[in-house]
């Protein structure tokens, strides 16, 4: 079973930054959160994780609670190629754990 | 290279038919993963291959069978599928957790 919450549908406006939430009260010491996204009728693509720092690459901006119970994944500057649902994910950062996927976000971006 | 490819990119079978999916990536992963994803729903865990070896399956009936020949190539044996089997089928491999996908078989069955 997915081990995190997310709110299944979001708008963001054009060049916005659009502000993804994922509550993972359950995770574990040694488990990671992952985002993916997957456009519509594409595989998945990674985008970011972490393990209790904040990170950053060219992709996105991902800010871990101090507790680790939460997250949120930030695209500073949304575009429409960035409309997608989003994956919150947790799991051991082995290549051998499972990657289970929740129901997501869909994120819409307008014009 | 962080490609994963599948082939082919769609497929029409029926029930009675044998045809099997190729998935490959040459970045050295040697965790290799099948999904099935059915429309408007997160994908789903099938199989993991571990090193050429199956660790884990979930429960998938047997007219599902994978086999990893060898650690770049991933295939999935389909026989006798139901028309509820018409899906989006997701490979992925994966080294220190970070997993790559292929943009997936759409397989209809009539």
């Known amino acids: 079973d997915a081990k995190t919450t997310q709110p299944p549908s979001m708008d963001c406006a054009e060049g916005r930054a659009a502000n993804l939430p994922c509550n993972h009260s359950?995770?574990?010491?040694?488990?990671?959160v992952y985002w993916y996204r997957q456009i519509h009728s594409q595989g998945p693509q990674y985008i970011i994780h972490g393990l209790k720092n904040n990170e950053t690459n060219e992709m996105a901006s991902l800010i871990i609670t101090e507790d680790r119970k939460s997250s949120t994944l930030i695209l500073p500057h949304a575009t429409l190629r960035d409309t997608a649902v989003y994956y919150c994910?947790?799991?051991?950062?082995?290549?051998?754990?499972?990657?289970?996927f929740g129901k997501g976000t869909m994120l819409l971006v307008s014009p | 290279d962080t490609e994963v490819t599948q082939t082919p990119k769609h497929l029409v079978m029926g029930m009675t038919n044998k045809k099997s999916l190729k998935c490959e990536q040459h970045m050295g992963h040697r965790a290799m993963y099948w999904y099935k994803q059915k429309a408007k729903k997160p994908p789903e865990l099938m199989f993991v291959y571990s090193y050429e070896k199956l660790s884990i399956n979930e429960s998938v009936p047997s007219r599902f069978s994978p086999e990893c020949p060898n650690s770049s190539l991933l295939n999935l044996h389909l026989h006798a599928l139901q028309p509820e089997d018409s899906a989006l089928y997701l490979c992925?491999?994966?080294?220190?957790?970070?997993?790559?996908f292929g943009q997936g078989t759409r397989l209809t069955v009539v």
């Open positions: 992925a491999s994966s080294l220190e957790g970070v997993a790559f």
């Open positions: 994910i947790v799991r051991e950062n082995s290549g051998y754990s499972t990657l289970t």
């Open positions: 359950t995770i574990s010491g040694n488990e990671y």
